[in-house]
């Protein structure tokens, strides 16, 4: 029931709740805010990535059982400067989780299909199977789409290392969370860190509640009190641009887009 030319603001990040064929058939314009949370998110990716990799989980229910088995528990534990970081998708996160874990001495790879030029310093591009192969920590940062549901699935997980981890801070849809948590019980995979789920809140039923070594947040990778100011102060300010008859600060891909004011 919009007015064509009226203008759709998403309060976030993800726009994949939003149709997009149908904002152009009315020619409606529309925003949204990805970059108020890239350091919350990236600092939160990285956190899941480090505390599995040191195996923080398991050793804190190894000494509240009463455990005092450094060796026994960790099994097997790299040195970061041995440890290879592989990305799917490599955008604005991915790039600072990058930085961020090859402070630590970390090599870093990455698949991106639809990333224009190289990767940055330090950044080897490689195949799908080459990333999935060679990664000990694979972090997930693509959006959801049709080509992206369900991306790690059965298959894929059983081509990764037995002593990799998975981290997922993009989207729920990007994991099949059956296999996922398959792969965990039978050892097909060392560890995942989760801040997204297929549904949301995680169903009561989820195998993922009971699958071992897996730390859980609820979708809380976004937050802290600045990220939440910043948010509300970037959208107050494309409800005012739409106002003016001023283009979007950051346009939602795909949609149209008016003249600025003084050019109608």
């Keep these: 029931n919009m007015a064509e030319g009226g203008r759709v603001i998403r309060y976030g990040v993800g726009y994949n709740n939003i149709d997009i064929d149908a904002l152009a058939e009315r020619n409606l314009t529309a925003a949204y805010v990805p970059d108020y949370c890239t350091d919350e998110v990236s600092d939160h990716t990285a956190a899941l990535a ?15 059982s009463g455990d005092w088995d450094t060796q026994g528990v960790a099994k097997s534990m790299p040195p970061f400067s041995e440890t290879v970081v592989g990305f799917l998708g490599f955008g604005r996160i991915a790039r600072a989780v990058a930085t961020r874990l090859s402070s630590f001495g970390m090599k870093i790879v990455a698949h991106d299909p639809f990333l224009k030029g190289d990767g940055g310093p330090n950044v080897e591009l490689v195949s799908e199977k080459d990333l999935l192969a060679c990664a000990d920590v694979l972090s997930l940062n ?3 789409t049709e080509e992206t549901l369900h991306f790690l699935n059965a298959d894929r997980l059983a081509q990764m290392k037995p002593t990799a981890i998975v981290v997922n801070t993009a989207r729920g849809d990007l994991i099949d969370e059956h296999a996922l948590a398959e792969a965990l019980e039978k050892g097909t995979i060392a560890g995942a860190g989760l801040d997204v789920f297929e549904e949301e809140p995680l169903s009561p039923t989820s195998p993922l509640r009971s699958a071992p070594n897996l730390l859980l947040s609820p979708h809380a990778a976004w937050f802290s009190n600045a990220a939440v100011a910043r948010l509300q102060g970037l959208v107050a300010d494309e409800i005012s641009r739409a106002l003016k008859g001023e283009p979007a600060r ?9 003249q600025l004011a003084d050019q109608a």
């Design 50 to 64: 480090l505390a599995l990799l040191r195996k923080l989980p398991a050793f804190d229910r190894s000494v509240r």
């Design 142 to 144: 693509a959006p959801a």
């Design 250 to 258: 950051q346009p939602i891909p795909g949609t149209p887009q008016p």
